[in-house]
């Protein structure tokens, strides 16, 4: 995606666009599962801190990162083939940025209502039960948080899952618009920033979305704006 942003060339094979599709649609399924891990994660450092060497033993993370990479496997594989079998349309442009399946569901010419079924409710399996069980996650750590009576000790846990929320904000705000009605006016209008938001935008600022609690993560941003503004002043 990247090379055909920046080069004058905007064509793809069709070999190519499937395979954009299959990786695109594994790192997405695995990316909502991870999400899950991560806040059952996070429910265990702060709603059962005392047991959590004992729950999130080595062996259960292996099993969780296997449950996250199975889940990706799955998602494309039931999802991207029928996708790739749709009969398309002979002028073969793909309106989007990326080969992702709500722009080749509107590339078609045949019946896609099994697709768009399809599509609804492996969203939701993937989206919405993954968020719903979040949430829940986060009803038990807020009501743990709440009865913490030092303020120290709030402030260590809200510093525990600010950078997951964050994430699954960007997140879930972008790919659930796009993923549950993929002929909707708005996800047509709107679908190909929201894309390029949660393709590009959003895993460019995971990395600094989650080391902003690292001491020297913070130590380097201060000295880099304190360098900058001495640098205007002078």
């Known amino acids: 995606m990247l090379v055909h942003l920046r080069g004058p ?11 954009q599709l299959y990786i695109f649609l594994g790192l997405g399924a695995a990316e909502c ?24 033993q080595p062996h259960v993370c ?7 990479w199975a889940s990706g ?9 029928t996708t790739m079998e749709l009969p398309f349309c002979h002028h073969h442009q793909v309106d989007d940025f990326v080969c992702e399946v709500p722009a080749l569901i509107r590339l078609a010419c045949g019946d896609t209502h099994s697709n768009e ?14 968020l719903l069980l979040i949430l829940i996650s986060y009803g038990h750590i ?15 846990a809200f510093q525990t899952c600010s950078s997951h929320l964050a994430v699954v904000f960007l997140f879930y705000c972008t790919v659930t618009a796009v993923y549950i009605q993929p002929r909707s006016h708005f996800s047509q209008k709107g679908g190909k920033f929201l894309t390029l938001f949660y393709t590009v935008v959003t895993p460019t600022l995971n990395p600094l979305i989650y080391t902003l609690r690292n001491k020297d993560m913070k130590g380097a941003l201060k000295r880099l704006f304190g360098k900058d503004r001495t640098s205007n002043v002078q």
């Open 9 to 19: 060339d905007k064509t793809i094979s069709y070999l190519g666009c499937a395979v």
């Open 142 to 156: 807020a009501r743990t948080v709440l009865a913490i009576q030092s303020h120290e000790g709030r402030r260590k």
């Open 33 to 56: 599962v991870l999400l899950l891990v991560m806040a059952f994660d996070r429910y265990v450092a702060v709603c059962r801190p005392l047991h959590y060497t004992v729950i999130m």
């Open 73 to 81: 496997i799955f998602g494309t594989l039931v999802q991207s083939p």
């Open 62 to 68: 292996h099993k969780l990162a296997l449950l996250v």
């Open 117 to 130: 079924l399809q599509i609804s409710v492996i969203g939701s399996v993937f989206l919405m039960v993954p």
